[in-house]
Each structure stands twice: as structure tokens, then as C-alpha cells.
């Protein structure tokens, strides 16, 4: 499991979308540190190879950082994610990116999981893709901004990104129609909090979670068109990868063992809308 110098939970808690930056570049050694932990991560659940490249995204002369149509201001780094298609690569990708974030988040510097406001054909050029590989998403890197800009301020309050679903809203025990508390939760409380706090595309929290005796099972609860509206990449199959990481880091972080398991039939558990199941999370005794 990955190695941060503090609580993934601290960091998990602490980590926020930013897209306004102090026009500086960071400085070498944080840029080592950043690609010598992602090119040492350890595969993610599904054994998909990510590939990150930390691109310098400098146009001095401009505020706005490039390929970003106008969202990010001032970053002058930009961590691109790449991939090739495989079975499970959306939940791969979601879970190692997130991770690099996360790490980001430890250094002091801001980030943003873009998956739709940015241009892959820009990014394509700068990490020179080979025609069968994917960037599924990109981050600014940077030191942010005292203040927020008025578009950055915009996004924050259009996608309610400082709000969360209630626990009860999406954690479950035994079937959908028992809901879970925090309390209820017991061992498990701390980790699907953490799956609670994590981002989303557009904030929609598409996670379900119902823990039986057998695991915690990981359901997908889709916005319904969005998955048209980025035809090549599955954005919330990437946000299941974070909520993944958020809870299996967590879980081990809190010293609560288990390995992650996709079940060729879901588990039999009676669903009260068109919910996916994902994956499960089982514990070691
Ligand atoms: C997979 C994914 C894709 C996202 N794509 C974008 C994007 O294209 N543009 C953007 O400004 N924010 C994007 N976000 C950021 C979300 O809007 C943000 O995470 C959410 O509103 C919660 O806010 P928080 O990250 O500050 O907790 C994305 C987040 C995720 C997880």
C-alpha cells in the first residue's frame, strides 16, 4: 500500500479542487519527489499499467495555464495520466491518479482532477501519445493562489463541490434498504468517510457501498447521459477508482487488512434502482 509521511485520512480530508495558482514553478526537488513516487507506485486492484509524465505547462506570458480552455489560471505544471484500454483501466486509472494527488496534497501543492476541461489533443502533443493510448485526465500542480479566481469561485459553487451526500445517503448493511450510520459502521466508519470526502466528476458521488458478512461491496450508481457526454473515457468508473483508494488506504492506514475481489455475479443484494456492481473489498482474518 502506499507509503505517505502522514495519515492518508489527514491528507484526504485536507486535499481540494483548486484551479487558481501563483505563477511560479515548483521548485526541482518537489518535482523529483513527485515523479520518483509515481513511477515507484505499486499496481493498482485491476493490474492496469498507469503512466504519468509531470509536463511543464509554462507560458509565461499567459495566465491562464494552456490546454485547460481557460479554467486553471497560473499553473505551470500539469500531471498528465496515460493509459492504455484494458478491462477495469477507468477503476485503475481513478485509483493511481488519485494517489499521486494525494501525495501532491503532502508536499503543500494544490491540484484539480480534470477530466473534461482540458484538451487532449494539447496534452496528446506534449506527452507525444502513441495512437493507441488514452489521458483519461490531467491535474494543474502548483502553489496556490491566496484567493480563488472569480471562474474557480464559479465552478466551486455551480457543482457544490463543498458539499457531501449524507453517510446514510450512501453507505448501507446487509441490502439497500438498511441504512448505515457512522456509528453503525464501526470499524468500517472511518474508511467509507473517507470514500464520502473523496471528488467526483462534477461532485455526483455516484459511489454505493453495502457491507454483508462476506465484504464491502462497491456499487455504481450513474448520472443517467453522462456517460454519452465523454464517449471514450468513463468518468465515474474513474471516480469508483478513487473511492476505491480513499478506502483501501484508509483501512490500511487505520490497520484493517483485506484485498480487493470483482465476483463474476454480484453478490445477491436486492437493488432499488439500475445500480452496477463493481467490486468488493474482503477482509483478512
Ligand atoms: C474524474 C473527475 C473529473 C473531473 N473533471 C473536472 C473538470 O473537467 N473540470 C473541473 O473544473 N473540475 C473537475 N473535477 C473536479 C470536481 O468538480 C470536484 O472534485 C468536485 O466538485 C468536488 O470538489 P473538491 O474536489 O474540491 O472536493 C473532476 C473531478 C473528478 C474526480
Known amino acids: 500500500m502506499t507509503f505517505y509521511t502522514e495519515p492518508v485520512t489527514d491528507l484526504i480530508r485536507r486535499r481540494k479542487s483548486w484551479r487558481s495558482y501563483r505563477r511560479e514553478y515548483i521548485t526541482d526537488d518537489l518535482k523529483g519527489q513527485i515523479q520518483d513516487f509515481s513511477a515507484s507506485m505499486d499496481a493498482p486492484p485491476f493490474g492496469s499499467t498507469v503512466r504519468f509524465r509531470l509536463v511543464d505547462s509554462s507560458a509565461p506570458e499567459k495566465t491562464r495555464t494552456p490546454g485547460t480552455y481557460g479554467v486553471i489560471r497560473g499553473a505551470r505544471h500539469t500531471l498528465v495520466g496515460i493509459v492504455r484500454p484494458s478491462p477495469s483501466v477507468w477503476e485503475d486509472f481513478g485509483y493511481s491518479f488519485e494517489s499521486v494527488i494525494l501525495f501532491c496534497t503532502g508536499l503543500g501543492l494544490g491540484t ?18 502513441a495512437p493507441d493510448e488514452i489521458i483519461p485526465a490531467v491535474s494543474p500542480v502548483g502553489y496556490i493562489a491566496g484567493k480563488r479566481s472569480i471562474l474557480d469561485s464559479l465552478l466551486v ?34 474508511a467509507l468517510e ?45 471516480d469508483m477508482g478513487i473511492a476505491m483508494f480513499h478506502f483501501a488506504s484508509a483501512a490500511s492506514c487505520l490497520g484493517i487488512s483485506g484485498g480487493w475481489r470483482k465476483w463474476e455475479q454480484p453478490p445477491v443484494i436486492r437493488m432499488p434502482e439500475p445500480l452496477e456492481y463493481r467490486v468488493s473489498w474482503v477482509p483478512q482474518s
Open 157 to 190: 459553487m455551480g457543482a457544490g463541490s463543498r458539499n457531501r451526500k449524507p453517510f446514510t445517503e450512501l453507505f448501507f448493511r446487509g441490502d439497500f434498504s438498511t441504512s448505515l450510520d457512522p456509528a453503525g459502521a464501526g470499524a468500517y466508519g472511518e
Open 194 to 238: 473517507m470514500v464520502r470526502l473523496a471528488p467526483s466528476a462534477s461532485n455526483r458521488q455516484p459511489w454505493r457501498v453495502v457491507i454483508t458478512e462476506e465484504g464491502v461491496h462497491f456499487f455504481l450508481s450513474r448520472t443517467p447521459g453522462y456517460r454519452k457526454l465523454f464517449s471514450r473515457v468513463d468518468l465515474q468508473c474513474i
Open 112 to 129: 484539480c482532477w480534470m477530466g473534461g476541461t482540458f484538451s487532449r489533443d494539447y496534452y496528446g502533443r506534449a506527452v507525444d501519445l
